[in-house]
């Protein structure tokens, strides 16, 4: 039975027990995605999408700009605030194994409105960060033609590559990765494993190499003067935006064999092992070169070139070119996962959501490839790059909120003070770091600085002592059934993040400040562009919703847990319970008993 219009809301929360034995729209199971994703094809989509411009452009960058040779630090620390984030999806991973990443997750613990707009900045992260790579990959391709094979402005070849209104190598990057995404997963999986394998090699070659040329004076002094250890943090604000894509492990998560062990380790393992890639790597280059000298837009190639290895040069510059299309790939694999999550939950038309035979997402790869190929071939980035950082950086705080909205509850006496601390926590940390960021150096600026961030301390203190544990992870989100899900699924062993709620609370932190890094211009077009996602979700996603019109239940795969789960609805309503009475329960936010029995 539907819900009517007065009883819809777009805070509404879907069920834990509906993510896995709910098939949305369909429930042909023709139309579920397959497991197929081993560990190490997780690994690979993670490596693969996060190592790109850090090692080739930003070891440079903040060698020469901010840090000399502390970099290694730089990277460290920004290592660390991305564990903080990758811990919390690594635990959200491996508990609600399914597609959406940072989506779904929301769409559990906080609302149905806020996973939508979860969603749009994954959007970001995918597609338009995507083609971002894209279009940075059609310029390296003119870069190196002019510079290591020495083709002059004035050949064919180069003005036909840079016509200056299009971008055509972007343009055929994009359109080689819709065709081997469209030919099937498996096609596009083999590639994936093999050219982050090879960019691992690469990196691993490359980084060796310069341990060769490696000579101890270019380490003095180790924290330039001029830098200080400021830099040092400022080098880490930069080398964080290296670590984004370990999260796309998560947006496939639905299609990872064994999840819930594979999903938290695939996310760790990802971060280790990039950092410890770009620690040595930073090491490396400022081995080979004076800080001073380091080129800030081509580090390793230049650095071999100014010891004379010319063919080591050429190597890099090579190997940039070849591996980097592997980040667009893996992009565009993400983004179709993406709209089958939200196809499935009604938010978008099922025309996302089709399997084909061969089991791939072919609509949402052809509609996704085509829009990041238009927006690759004819759309700068001069302004969206601030856009795309501070939506990634929202959909992170987004997780981090989740896990402590399923972990925590609110005590009895004060039902809503887990979500009051919360958003408070939010408010506090962006308004700190917007005075660190610029009014740091006035003494109101100081004293603001120091009263907020005990602030922020305190109410951690009092997260962690008056929000206690959940009995089950989420029991405190959904419906009664969602207790009894928990206590089927008690005895599987699952990864849990430590030290909460003081770890996700930092990872919180570290993304507000981060975010307050960026220009106001970025900040105001993601409030643009959250307008825009708000239109499009109650034109459409509104009306459309599952949850707000059929009922979660309507979609149930497995007749017997149907039937457990009315059994357990009618033990704890009144026994002549009517279906109008079980739609409604299950299908609105969180409220008291005695609200559900009065309306119902």
Not at 361 to 382: C, D, E, K, Q, Y
Not at 499 to 506: E, Q, R, S, V
Not at 585 to 593: F, L, Q, T
Request: proline share 4%.
């Amino acid at each position: 039975m539907s819900r009517t219009a007065t009883n819809r809301s777009s805070w509404i929360r879907k069920p834990l027990w509906a993510i896995n034995n709910v098939a949305g729209s369909s429930s042909d199971e023709d139309q579920q995605l397959r497991r197929h994703l081993t560990l190490f094809d997780l690994v690979c989509v993670g490596i693969g999408g996060t190592i790109g411009s850090g090692i080739f452009v930003l070891c440079g960058l903040i060698s020469h700009q901010y840090a000399g040779p502390a970099t290694f630090l730089s990277w460290a620390i920004a290592g660390v605030a991305a564990f903080l984030s990758g811990v919390c999806f690594a635990e959200l991973a491996g508990r609600i194994p399914t597609s959406g990443s940072s989506y779904i997750y929301s769409y559990v613990s906080i609302g149905e409105l806020p996973a939508f707009l979860a969603a749009a900045c994954l959007t970001l992260e995918y597609t338009v960060a995507g083609s971002a790579v894209a279009r940075s990959w059609g310029d390296k391709v003119v870069e190196y033609l002019s510079l290591q094979l020495h083709f002059a402005d004035t050949d064919l070849i180069m003005r036909l590559l840079d016509p200056g209104w299009v971008n055509p190598m972007a343009f055929a990057v994009s359109a080689v990765s819709v065709i081997l995404l469209a030919g099937g997963i498996k096609e596009s999986k083999w590639a994936t494993n093999l050219i982050s394998s090879v960019k691992v090699l690469l990196v691993v070659s490359m980084t060796l190499a310069g341990f060769v040329l490696f000579k101890k004076e270019n380490w003095t002094p180790f924290i330039p003067q001029q830098f200080g250890v400021a830099g040092i943090f400022r080098g880490a604000t930069s080398s964080f935006f290296g670590f984004i894509g370990y999260d796309e492990v998560c947006c496939i998560a639905g299609e990872a064999t064994n999840p819930r062990e594979n999903l938290p380790k695939a996310v760790l393992w990802v971060i280790a092992m990039v950092t410890v890639l770009y620690m040595t790597a930073s090491i490396s280059l400022i081995g080979m070169q004076p800080y001073q000298e380091i080129s800030d837009t081509s580090g390793f190639p230049a650095a071999f070139q100014w010891n004379g290895v010319s063919w080591a040069a050429q190597v890099c510059a090579a190997g940039e070119v070849l591996t980097l299309p592997i980040v667009v790939v893996i992009s565009l694999m993400a983004q179709p996962r993406l709209f089958y999550a939200l196809s499935q939950d009604g938010l978008l038309p099922s025309f996302f959501g089709r399997v084909d035979a061969t089991g791939n997402l072919r609509n949402g790869t052809l509609v996704s490839g085509i829009s990041m190929t238009l927006i690759a071939a004819f759309v700068p980035f001069t302004y969206l790059d601030d856009l795309i950082s501070a939506g990634i950086l929202v959909a992170f705080t987004m997780t981090n909120s989740s896990l402590l909205l399923l972990r925590r509850s609110s005590p009895e006496h004060s039902p809503f003070l887990l979500e009051k601390l919360i958003v408070v926590f939010h408010v506090l940390s962006f308004s700190l770091a917007l005075i660190i960021r610029h009014f740091a150096v006035h003494w109101i600026g100081k004293l603001s600085s120091v009263l907020i961030s005990c602030a922020l301390i305190a109410i951690g203190v009092i997260m962690a002592l008056q929000c206690k544990e959940c009995a089950r992870f989420g029991s405190n989100r959904n419906d009664e059934y969602d207790s009894s899900f928990g206590r089927q699924i008690a005895s599987v062993a699952f990864f849990q993040a430590p030290c909460l709620p003081y770890l996700p609370l930092a990872g919180a932190f570290v993304n507000w400040y981060l975010l307050a890094q960026l220009e106001i211009a970025g900040i105001l077009l993601l409030l643009l562009y959250f307008a825009l996602a708000v239109m499009g979700y109650f034109s459409y996603g509104y009306s459309h919703s599952i949850g707000n019109t059929r009922g979660w239940d309507s979609g149930l795969k497995d007749e017997a847990l149907k039937q457990e789960l009315y059994s357990v609805l009618s033990s704890s309503e009144a026994d002549d319970a009517s279906d109008d009475t079980f739609h409604r329960v299950i299908s609105m936010p969180r409220v008291s008993k005695e609200y559900q029995r009065e309306i119902t």
